[in-house]
């Protein structure tokens, strides 16, 4: 496996932004993983996890570290009974489509979610009142030390866009995901129904809600309520149809995405509200 060098990671996440790896893989087996793991261990690398990219924002600066991309190269599915095993780099919706054409469904709902499955696990990812999370049975995970585990499904932890993994070092290699069977057009219907309530989401490139619900409300409508909706700041916009959206116009800087995170932070904060951000940030911010 290539381990490359300074590998802009604008071309690798959803917001088309932000600085270059220091190092960069795409390992396509566990055994490429661990490989990955002993050189970062050796060279004193802090290991960023990368998905599909569609829920980081990376600093303008890049990360000084080793990037290990669980991206298609581990994205394999099986049909097991009422199971589905699933490698963790493959995308959600391709795994939703496939499954439908075999007349298996369960989380139609989650269609049209840009991510890998391994990053939906690692944020619970969620929409129209369900969550990855529900659906997983056992997950095989690894450690930077290369120590592989299975965990249970409450080993998880899964909670509101949470789980363990974002509490510990630990790599989603692989998944096991219940699964229903039902009619072919019924899940294909499902999945039309799901990507159709999603078309009033704003088209520019972003990392989709950039905070997390607050307790009893809802992040948009508290950046609504606080006049900030389309506010602008270089080319990063708070979209002015999806406040909790914050947008690349195109040429947005990261520190323009994230100067608007400070902006509505502080803005919620006067008036007693914690915003706390769902996108992961990675490397420096002013
Ligand atoms: C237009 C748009 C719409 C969106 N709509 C929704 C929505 O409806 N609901 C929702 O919940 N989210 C939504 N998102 C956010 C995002 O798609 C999800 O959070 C998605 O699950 C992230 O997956 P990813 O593979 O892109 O993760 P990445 O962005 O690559 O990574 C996110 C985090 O997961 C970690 N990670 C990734 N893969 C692994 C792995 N294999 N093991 C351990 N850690 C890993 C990373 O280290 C990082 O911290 C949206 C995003 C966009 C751009």
């Known amino acids: ?19 270059p790896a220091r190092f960069f ?5 566990v055994a490429e993983v661990k490989n990955a793991l002993v050189f970062a261990t050796k060279q004193g690398l802090p290991v960023y996890v990368l998905g599909s990219g569609t829920n980081v924002l990376v600093s303008d600066q890049g990360v000084e570290g080793l990037v290990l ?3 298609r190269k581990l994205g394999y599915f099986s049909i097991e009974n009422e199971s589905v095993r699933v490698g963790a780099g493959l995308p959600l919706d391709h795994l939703i489509g496939a499954l439908a054409d075999e007349g298996w469904g369960g989380f139609e709902r989650l269609a049209g979610i840009p991510g890998s ?15 990855l999370g529900s659906f997983v049975q056992e997950s095989m995970v690894i450690d930077h030390q290369g120590v592989i585990r299975r965990l249970s ?32 057009e019924q899940v294909i219907q499902g999945i039309a129904e799901s990507k159709k309530k ?6 520019f490139p972003s990392c989709g809600s950039t905070f997390r619900n607050p307790p009893g409300t809802y992040a948009g409508k508290v950046i609504e309520e606080l006049g900030l909706k389309g506010t602008q700041i270089g080319q990063a916009q708070i979209s002015p149809t999806h406040a909790n959206f914050i947008v690349n116009l195109g040429g947005a800087s990261s520190q323009d995405v994230y100067s608007l995170i400070k902006l509505i932070k502080k803005e919620a904060a006067a008036h007693g509200i914690t915003m706390e951000t769902e996108v992961r940030l990675w490397g420096e911010f002013e």
């Open 153 to 184: 499904p409450a080993e998880h932890k899964f909670s509101y866009r949470d789980s363990i993994f974002q509490h510990q070092d630990l790599i989603v290699l692989e998944t096991l995901l219940s699964i229903i069977p039902l009619p072919r």
């Open 117 to 131: 499955v391994g990053g939906g696990i690692f944020m619970n990812a969620g929409a129209y009142g369900i969550t």
């Open 198 to 203: 999603r078309h009033r989401l704003p088209l």
């Open 69 to 71: 991309r669980i991206g």
């Open 25 to 29: 893989c795409e390992p396509a087996s």
């Open 1 to 19: 496996m290539e381990i490359r060098e300074y590998v802009p990671l604008r071309d690798y996440t959803s917001y088309k932004i932000g600085g």
